[in-house]
């Protein structure tokens, strides 16, 4: 399964969807090797982990996003992303976020998606406001974010 918009695919991160990321040289942290090595202990992982953004134009991958496991028994999920910095700036993050919250509230398995980003963050605080994500909590150094499905 893939989402797409306009401009972009969405593709959940796999062993196969690494290779392209490998072959486009593109370094992808962390995250990924640790979600793959969840994803063979539990298949069921498979889409409450990282995706990969794609620019359809050329198949370029612009950045991952995707949420930090499967919803919890409140049936909330917590969503993250990143971007090459080359890419900030072009409305990709937002588009992206926005396909990907659709579908996990098309699920049935989510009513709320959260988010956290740095007080000085703004590019992803715009984001989030895009996304019409509210402001519930805030510390010295993050910002905490929701939007319901009924929002």
């Not at 593709?11 to 640790?34: F, H, L, R």
Request: glycine share 8%.
């Amino acid at each position: 399964m893939e989402l797409e918009t306009e401009r972009l695919k969405v593709i959940p991160c796999t062993e196969e969807t690494v290779e392209i990321a490998i072959n486009q040289k593109y370094d992808s942290g962390p995250q990924i090797s640790t979600h793959l090595k969840k994803l063979n202990e539990d298949p069921s992982l498979l889409y409450w982990g990282p995706w990969f953004v794609v620019r359809k134009s050329d198949g370029s991958i612009l950045g991952d996003i995707g949420f930090k496991g499967k919803p919890d028994k409140n049936r909330v999920v917590e969503a993250g992303y990143g971007f090459l910095e080359s890419y900030w700036g072009n409305g990709y993050a937002t588009e992206a976020m926005e396909v990907l919250i659709q579908w996990a509230f098309k699920t049935s398995k989510v009513d709320r998606v959260i988010a956290e980003t740095l007080q000085d963050n703004y590019g992803s605080i715009r984001v989030l406001q895009k996304l019409g994500m509210k402001k519930i909590s805030s510390t010295e150094t993050m910002i905490h974010w929701e939007i319901g499905n009924s929002d």
